[in-house]
């Protein structure tokens, strides 16, 4: 299976409905257990006193995941949740590499002065993610989700062999429309051109050896 595995960032904030949602359909599309991660973040070792009132943390959180179970078990979606004390980047690190996830499903929200905890996993973790922004749901509903158009930018390096070749099987469990795109930058051709005046003399010629390049880029991809 391409996805038997997809982790779940979860805290229970106002992208909730949304993450879950996004999980749920691509858990029904591609038949993925949802594994739900939820970090309490400590720097340290938190002290003795304060393991009770982690653990009562640790309860709210798990009574709140309960109407999300029951939502996704409707649609016979097979999940889980952990909750777990420590640094975060580690935390979620530890938690990929003895699960092994093939993705990662996490929203994205920003902080005026700071980092978002969300920024820090997002460029932190070596893993596909699907970040999910731009959405609202009043609730957790996948009938709301739709993936019917997939863009995948690549820059005919290697990562964005594996970004093309991950997300091209992710279309096919989608059935979704694929498009690739390959931009080139202005400071390529300020690099290639000397003088403005050479630029429309020269801009046909880059831009076809480009393309033979991009086509080349996709050979060892079934894809039109």
Same mark, same amino acid.
């Given at each position: 299976m391409? /996805?038997?595995?997809?982790?779940?960032?979860?805290?229970?904030?106002?992208?909730?409905?949304?993450?879950?949602?996004?999980?749920?359909?691509?858990?029904?599309?591609?038949?993925?257990?949802?594994?739900?991660?939820?970090?309490?973040?400590? @720097? /340290?070792?938190?002290?003795?006193?304060?393991?009770?009132?982690?653990?009562?943390?640790?309860?709210?959180?798990?009574k709140?995941?309960?109407?999300?179970?029951? /939502?996704?078990e409707?649609?016979?979606?097979?999940?889980d949740?952990?909750?777990?004390?420590?640094?975060?980047?580690e935390?979620? #690190?530890?938690y @990929?590499?003895e699960?092994?996830?093939q993705?990662?499903?996490i929203g994205?929200?920003r902080?005026?002065?700071?980092?978002?905890?969300?920024?820090? /996993?997002i460029?932190s973790?070596k893993?596909?993610?699907?970040? $999910?922004?731009?959405v609202?749901?009043?609730?957790i509903?996948?009938n709301?989700?739709? $993936?019917?158009?997939?863009?995948?930018?690549?820059?005919?390096s290697?990562p964005?062999k594996?970004?093309?070749?991950?997300?091209?099987?992710?279309s #096919?469990?989608?059935?979704?429309?694929?498009?690739?795109?390959?931009?080139?930058?202005?400071?390529?051709?300020?690099?290639?051109?000397?003088?403005?005046?050479?630029?429309?003399?020269?801009?046909?010629? @880059?831009?076809?050896?480009?393309?033979?390049?991009?086509?080349?880029?996709?050979?060892d991809?079934?894809c039109?």
């Amino acid at each position: 299976m391409f /996805i038997d595995k997809i982790l779940v960032a979860i805290d229970f904030g106002k992208e909730t409905n949304n993450i879950v949602s996004y999980a749920g359909y691509f858990s029904l599309k591609t038949g993925g257990y949802l594994y739900f991660l939820n970090v309490i973040d400590y @720097i /340290i070792t938190p002290p003795a006193y304060v393991l009770k009132y982690i653990d009562e943390e640790k309860r709210t959180i798990e009574k709140r995941f309960i109407d999300i179970k029951s /939502i996704l078990e409707r649609y016979n979606i097979k999940l889980d949740l952990e909750v777990v004390v420590g640094r975060l980047q580690e935390s979620f #690190q530890k938690y @990929i590499d003895e699960k092994k996830p093939q993705m990662l499903v996490i929203g994205f929200s920003r902080h005026q002065f700071r980092r978002s905890s969300s920024e820090k /996993i997002i460029k932190s973790l070596k893993i596909p993610m699907l970040v $999910v922004r731009g959405v609202s749901f009043n609730e957790i509903d996948l009938n709301s989700v739709s $993936v019917k158009k997939m863009l995948c930018p690549v820059d005919l390096s290697e990562p964005s062999k594996k970004a093309l070749s991950f997300s091209l099987k992710l279309s #096919q469990y989608l059935s979704a429309d694929f498009s690739v795109l390959h931009v080139i930058s202005n400071r390529f051709m300020k690099n290639k051109i000397l003088k403005k005046e050479d630029l429309k003399s020269y801009f046909k010629v @880059i831009l076809e050896e480009r393309r033979k390049e991009f086509y080349r880029y996709l050979e060892d991809f079934s894809c039109k």
